[in-house]
C-alpha cells in the first residue's frame, strides 16, 4: 500500500528558512499536498504540486518534489511565530476512491 | 461562505458507550470524506460517500463504525461500542465532483475514551 514518512519535529528561528521533508511511495499518476494544521483548527491546503513538476513556488512558500527518489519537501522562506503548527504531507493516488495518504505530521516551532 | 463543520469539538466517553459525529460539508459539495488520526500518528482514511452512497469504505477499522449519509448532506459516524484504540482526532472533508478537486476538511473532532 501508500506509505508517506515525515520527520516528526522541526524547530527554527524566527527569520530564518524552515525546511520539512517528507518521503512517499510512488504510484503512476498523483497529486502531493502538504496541509498546515493550526492549534484547534482544521487541516488547511498550503499548497500542491502534480507529479510531472519538480517545483512549484508561491510566495514565501516553495515545493521541490524528486520523483526518482520519491521525496517532497516545503521551504518557508522568513519564517514567522505564525507559521508555527504541524504539517502534513499527503499523496492523493488516482484510485476510484479519491482519497488521500498522509504523513503523521511535522510539528514546526518557530522560536523569537 | 460556511466552511466544513463538525460536532461536537470534544468528546469524552467511557469504554462500551456509543458515540456519534457529525460531520456538515460544504453545501453544494457532493464529496464527504471522513479521516481520523490516532495517538498523534498519521491520517488515515476512513471512508468517502457520493452524495448519500459509499464510495469507498476500504479504511472503516471493523464493525463498530457506522458512517450514514442520509439525504447527501450531514453525515454521521457511529461508534459502538467504543474502545480504548479509538480515541483520536476524527476529520471531515468534502469537496466537489471531479478528482482535482481540493478537499476541505472540518476543524475535526476529538474523542477520547476511557
Known amino acids: 500500500g501508500e506509505d508517506v514518512e515525515q520527520s516528526l519535529f522541526l524547530s527554527v528561528r524566527e527569520g530564518d528558512s524552515s525546511v520539512i521533508n517528507c518521503t512517499y511511495t510512488d504510484s503512476s499518476s498523483t497529486y502531493l499536498y502538504w496541509y498546515k494544521q493550526e492549534p484547534g483548527a482544521g487541516l488547511q491546503l498550503l499548497t500542491y504540486?502534480?507529479?510531472?513538476?519538480d517545483m512549484k513556488q508561491d510566495q514565501r512558500l516553495t515545493v521541490l518534489l524528486n520523483k526518482k527518489d520519491k521525496h517532497l519537501s516545503l521551504r518557508i522562506a522568513d519564517t514567522q511565530t505564525g507559521d508555527s503548527a504541524i504539517y502534513f504531507c499527503?499523496?492523493?493516488?488516482?484510485?476510484?476512491?479519491?482519497?488521500?495518504?498522509f504523513g503523521p505530521g511535522t510539528r514546526l516551532s518557530v522560536l523569537p | 461562505e460556511a466552511g466544513v463543520t463538525q460536532f461536537p469539538s470534544h468528546s469524552v466517553i467511557e469504554k462500551g458507550q456509543t458515540v456519534t459525529l457529525r460531520c456538515d460539508p460544504i453545501?453544494?459539495?457532493?464529496?464527504l470524506y471522513w479521516y481520523r488520526r490516532v495517538m498523534g500518528k498519521e491520517i488515515k482514511f476512513l471512508l468517502h460517500f457520493v452524495k448519500e452512497s459509499k464510495q469507498d469504505e476500504s479504511g472503516m477499522p471493523n464493525n463498530r463504525f457506522l458512517a450514514e449519509r442520509t439525504g447527501g448532506t450531514y453525515s454521521t459516524l457511529k461508534v459502538q461500542p467504543a474502545e480504548l484504540e479509538d480515541s483520536g482526532v476524527y476529520f471531515c472533508?468534502?469537496?466537489?465532483?471531479?478528482?482535482?478537486?481540493?478537499?476541505?476538511f472540518g476543524p475535526g473532532t476529538r474523542l477520547t475514551v476511557l
Open positions: 499527503a499523496e492523493r493516488v488516482f484510485n476510484y476512491g479519491q482519497n488521500f495518504v
Open positions: 504540486i502534480f507529479s510531472n513538476m
Open positions: 472533508a468534502s469537496s466537489q465532483g471531479g478528482r482535482g478537486n481540493e478537499q476541505f
Open positions: 453545501s453544494g459539495h457532493d464529496n
